[in-house]
C-alpha cells in the first residue's frame, strides 16, 4: 500500500503494519496514487493508496484520472471528516465524494464500523469487474480511531442546557451507539466474485475468417491486450503463433521481446495504408491513428 502519511488515515497505516501489509511512504500524495497504478497494470490484482483529507486527495486527482484512462483497478482510501461535523467547518473537510465521482466506478463514504468490511469488497469487486478503473472510499476519522478517542471527542462536544442540551446529548450517544454498533463481529474477508468480460465466439470467428481471406493483415496491439485475464505469455505466444506483421503500443511495448521477426518498429503509415485487414487489439482510433484517417479504406 502507498501512502504519504497523515493524521486522518493513521490508523489504517498502524492497522497495515500489523497484518504485515507492506506500506510504501512516498513524498507526494500523487507519487503514491502513480506506484499503485503500475502494480495494478503490472500484478493483474488491485493497486492501493491511501492519502488524508481535503488536501491530501485534491493532490491525487491527475494520478486518479490517469488510472481511470488506462483502466487499471485502484483502490483509493482517504481520511474524511468526521461524519457529524461534515459542513461544519472542521478539518480539512471538502465534498470528496462529488470530487471523485466523476473518475471512479465507485464512490462511498463509510458511516459504522460495521460497514468497513463490506464496502472494501465491493469496492474491490467493482474496480475489477467489467471495464476495470479506480474506486474510492472514505473514511470519516470517528470509523478509524479507538472507541475511548472518538467518545471523548463527542464529550467535549458543547450541547447547552435544558432541553436542548438533553436532545443533544441523548443524539450524541446514539449516534456513537450506533457508529460502534457491530464493529467487532466477525464478517466474511473474502473476495467476492469479479466480472471479466470474455470474448464473444462468434465476433472472434469473423475475425479470423477475415484474417484467412486477407494477403496483407496487419495487427495493432496497444495496452488493453495486457489486461487480465489474458497471461502476457499467453498472449505472446497466441500473437508468434499468427505470424501477422504487427505493432505494439503502451503497455504492449516490449511483448515480443528484442528480435521478433514480426514487430514492426517503422513506417507503420505506409503499412495501414496498403494492409487489406487490420485488427485493432486493445488500440482505438485516436491521435496515434490519426484518428482513422491513415487506415486503408478498403481494408477490413
Known amino acids: 500500500m502507498f501512502t504519504l502519511v497523515g493524521g486522518h488515515i ?45 488536501p491530501g486527495l485534491t493532490n491525487i486527482v491527475t494520478a486518479i484520472k490517469n488510472a481511470q484512462m488506462a483502466e487499471s483497478p485502484v483502490l483509493l482510501m482517504g481520511g474524511a471528516a468526521a461524519n457529524l461535523w461534515k459542513g461544519r467547518g472542521a478539518l480539512q473537510d471538502i465534498e470528496q465524494l462529488k470530487l471523485f465521482a466523476p473518475i471512479c466506478k465507485f464512490t462511498a463514504t463509510v458511516t459504522s464500523l460495521r460497514d468497513i468490511v463490506p464496502t472494501l469488497r465491493k469496492a474491490i469487486q467493482i474496480a475489477q469487474s467489467g471495464t476495470s478503473g479506480p474506486v474510492f472510499v472514505e473514511f470519516p476519522i470517528d470509523t478509524l480511531y479507538p472507541y475511548e478517542d472518538v467518545s471523548k471527542e463527542f464529550a467535549n462536544a458543547p450541547v447547552g442546557k435544558g432541553l436542548q442540551g438533553k436532545i443533544a446529548s441523548w443524539y450524541l450517544n446514539n ?62 505466444a497466441a500473437v508468434e503463433s499468427m505470424g501477422i506483421p504487427c505493432y505494439l503500443g503502451g503497455m504492449a511495448r516490449g511483448l515480443l521481446g528484442r528480435d521478433s521477426s514480426i514487430q514492426m518498429r517503422h513506417s507503420r503509415r505506409d503499412a495501414l495504408r496498403e494492409a487489406d485487414c487490420i485488427i485493432l487489439a486493445g488500440a482505438v482510433c485516436d491521435f496515434r491513428l490519426s484518428y482513422g484517417r491513415g487506415l486503408n479504406r478498403r481494408a477490413n
Open 10 to 54: 493513521s490508523p489504517i497505516l498502524v492497522a497495515a503494519e500489523r497484518l504485515g501489509i507492506r506500506v510504501i511512504d512516498t513524498r507526494h500524495e500523487v507519487s503514491a496514487v502513480f506506484a499503485a497504478d503500475p502494480v495494478a497494470r503490472l500484478s493483474g490484482k488491485i493497486g492501493v493508496a491511501a492519502v488524508t483529507a481535503g
Open 175 to 236: 449516534y456513537l451507539a450506533n457508529l460502534f454498533a457491530g464493529a467487532f463481529e466477525q464478517r466474511d474477508i473474502s473476495p467476492l466474485p469479479v466480472d471479466i468480460p470474455m470474448p464473444v465466439f462468434s465476433v472472434v470467428e469473423k475475425a479470423v475468417d477475415m484474417v484467412k481471406k486477407s494477403k496483407k493483415p496487419l495487427l495493432i496491439i496497444g495496452s488493453q491486450c495486457m489486461l487480465p485475464p489474458t497471461s502476457v505469455r499467453r498472449l505472446k
